[in-house]
T-cell receptor
């Protein structure tokens, strides 16, 4: 049972336009949601997170939106740059107890110059 | 600056060998994690540790064990490597549930 899902395996966007990466989850008990970027042969790099009590968090070109009623979050990258081409993973965690992170399967973003 | 290091970037082993993957973090984080990443499957949690000598199984612990004798070091052990353990192995550490820091990964090939 996959608790965190990224239904689009890949996405292509023109440089300068907006990239929107989506993530759905099934467990309403998650407290935090995180986005990571991963280049080939490297470890994931933390991008941005959002608490379940918020509906938006922004950091530079990256904004994450959370819709709790739909159990859906999205990462917006504006403007997209060729260096943003990578695999993006969303993850979810709970704050209580010994927490662990549940990851989605990733979306490969290609930003075309 | 946050740093998680892994002992090898690339490793080639033979079926049946015992394999040790080491991870060290310099941030005094209590929590450390081992994942494997396979195409189309994302990151799957093998084991995690929330304190020295404490460990919990993740989603795919079969064929693996771990050791955490010191806070900064978390080792993943493949008792008898098999070809289906060929994968990218990623170590991570964290202190809070809203961030997690990863090492560069070890690409393990089992022949």
């Amino acid at each position: 049972d996959q608790q965190v899902k990224q239904n689009s395996p890949s996405l292509s966007v023109q440089e300068g336009r907006i990239s929107i990466l989506n993530c759905d989850y099934t467990n309403s008990m998650f407290d935090y949601f995180l986005w990571y970027k991963k280049y080939p042969a490297e470890g994931p790099t933390f991008l941005i997170s959002i608490s379940s009590i918020k509906d938006k968090n922004e950091d530079g070109r990256f904004t994450v939106f959370l819709n709790k009623s739909a159990k859906h979050l999205s990462l917006h990258i504006v403007p997209s740059q060729p260096g943003d081409s990578a695999v993006y993973f969303c993850a979810a965690s709970r704050a209580s107890g010994t927490y662990k992170y549940i990851f989605g399967t990733g979306t490969r973003l290609k930003v075309l110059a | 600056d946050v740093k998680v290091t892994q002992s090898s970037r690339y490793l080639v082993k033979r079926t049946g060998e015992k394999v040790f993957l080491e991870c060290v973090q310099d941030m005094d984080h209590e929590n450390m994690f081992w994942y494997r990443q396979d195409p189309g499957l994302g990151l799957r949690l093998i084991y995690f540790s929330y304190d020295v000598k404490m460990k919990e199984k993740g989603d795919i612990p079969e064929g693996y064990s771990v050791s955490r004798e010191k806070k900064e070091r978390f080792s993943l052990i493949l008792e008898s490597a098999s070809t289906n353990q060929t994968s990218m192995y990623l170590c991570a550490s964290s202190w809070t549930p809203d961030t997690q820091y990863f090492g560069p990964g070890t690409r393990l090939t089992v022949l």
